[in-house]
Nanobody, 118 residues
Framework: VQLVESGGALVQPGGSLRLSCAAS????????MSWYRQAPGKERELVAR?????????NYADSVKGRFTISRDNAKNTVYLQMNSLKPEDTAVYYC???????????WGQGTQVTVSS
């Protein structure tokens, strides 16, 4: 099983980034996919979650609602996180996660660094 994140970068406040997470080794379409983040000195927190299959159910942290969008392409075994209107407080390592149910995490990616700074 592998989850490989990409797309992290240094970006200015107000900018945008799209993170990608390529999955392999499991039946991607059957898994709930999530993005978490961990800032220095803070606990890892859920950013966004997307249901399996067609992805009709989502959940977002209050701090990113209206700015971030999670989506999936089951044909490409990839989940995305579109991040707009980025703020310095969005700086963190972002992790992709896969779960067999809505509240579980079975697999983690290695993380990708997002830094928002002028």
């Amino acid at each position: 099983v592998q989850l490989v994140e990409s797309g992290g970068a240094l970006v200015q406040p107000g900018g945008s980034l799209r993170l990608s997470c390529a999955a392999s080794g499991f039946t991607f379409s059957r898994y709930v996919m999530s993005w978490y983040r961990q800032a220095p000195g803070k606990e890892r927190e859920l950013v966004a979650r997307l249901s399996s299959g067609g992805g009709g159910r989502t959940n977002y942290a209050d701090s990113v609602k209206g700015r971030f969008t999670i989506s999936r392409d089951n044909a490409k075994n990839t989940v995305y996180l579109q991040m707009n209107s980025l703020k310095p407080e969005d700086t963190a390592v972002y992790y992709c996660a896969a779960g067999s149910s809505w509240y579980s995490v079975n697999y983690w990616g290695q993380g990708t660094q997002v830094t928002v700074s002028s």
